[in-house]
């Protein structure tokens, strides 16, 4: 096999490994990085893989894009990721939901530790990076800031690993109970937990404000572990290729090469769907990407219209599917790269930084053509609906922002081809809206009810960088 280099999207970054790029966050010059190839994906290569369990087709999927990490020792970060306690096995089951619509199939992709989709991602990240750093001798101190699903997502990840602290900044006062109890019961003591009086843009300044302090970053190893990370595509790539080979094991043998189907994906940071992206063009049979979004709807309006606008914080709607409520898609760049190609899209992107707005009507008839993405987004109302049909139809209870891929996907939907919708968060995690769509509570299933008795470690400080800074002096680890 070939070896898979990243270069930047910006084009002024040396070609880099995988393991080199895992720990970086932007390459240097502002950039995100990219494989310089995709393996091809054919029939056979997928049909030997339909025997393997999730840890094991991970390892093959990864091991694409991660040529560099010995295959034995992949192999053994994939089945610490993805064994059990950390996920019930069979880590991501697909159903189908034929009550609600003919062809619709629900991936579960929300079973691990803190309830969503990001949890399969981060949990590889847990076993990879702390592998990284051994082997380089280095140490990394997390800093991020969270309004929710990451921050949790990633403590429970990094929670008592070697060589690694998190350090994660939150709202005071502006999570949900569950969110909060998810986070601040890790009594770890590399873990955490910093609720600053303010809202998430300015636990977000925070952190910008020490990363971009270059001799303070670097005197405390700190680093990033978010949505731009290549670790995180690489892993979220796995399930788009397990969710279509188990929906054709119920297909006739013959009928299996190039069986197509649609994937309906809840967006917001373009992060899972453009795995699904790379899934697509390696060649898994995906006809197309359906991406849904909220009222938050800058990438639905891209893909229907080929003119990206980013939108600023305060042009931010907050909706009741909160993860999905962000208007700059940072891995977007990914995406648009592979449609201009390296030299076109340096030029393009200067307008986009130039002028906030990059107009591409010329591309638009690609996106769908050539690349198969539609779009569309629902509203609050759309939301409870959609709840409430799956609820009646098929006895589950779905949350928020799967409710948005429902609804993107009902209306999308054509017969004669199976569309999966990405489940990216349980509906436990959001009762308040799931409670609002059904007219009454929903049951709080035993685990949560636990969680929310335990005791709980936070600490609360000013919106300002002395305290945080003193924080971080006193307890980053030190190499
Ligand atoms: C993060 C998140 C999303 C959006 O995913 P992106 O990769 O940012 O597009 C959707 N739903 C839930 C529950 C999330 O936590």
Known sequence: MQHTQYISTRGRMAPAGFMDVLLAGLAPD?????????????ADRLE????????DLATEIIGLFATDVPRDDLAALTRAAYGEPRFPQPVVPVTALGDVADGLVLVGLSEGPTMAFKDLAMQFLGQAIPYVLAKQGRVLNILGATSGDTGSAAEHAFRGQEGVSVFMLSPAGRMSPVQRAQMYTLQDANIHNIAVRGVFDDCQALVKALSNDADFKEAHHLGAVNSINIGRIAAQAVYYVWSWLRVTDAVEEGARAGYRVDVCVPSGNFGNIYAGFLARSMGVPIRRLILATNENNVLEEFFTTGVYRPRSATDTLATSSPSMDI???SNLERFIWALLGPEAFVQRWTELEATGTLDLRDQLSRLGEEFGFVAGR????????????????SGRLIDPHTADGITVALRTMEPGFPTLVMETAKAAKFPQTVAEALGKDPEAPDIIADLLTQPQKVETIDNEEAPLRALIEERALTS
């Open 30 to 42: 502002g950039g995100l990085a990219v494989p310089d190839r995709l393996e091809s994906l054919t």
């Open 48 to 55: 030997n893989w339909r025997p393997l369990g999730y840890a």
């Open 378 to 393: 629902s509203s609050h109302a759309d939301r409870l609906e959609a709840i409430r049909t799956v609820k009646e139809r």
């Open 327 to 329: 208007s700059k898609a």
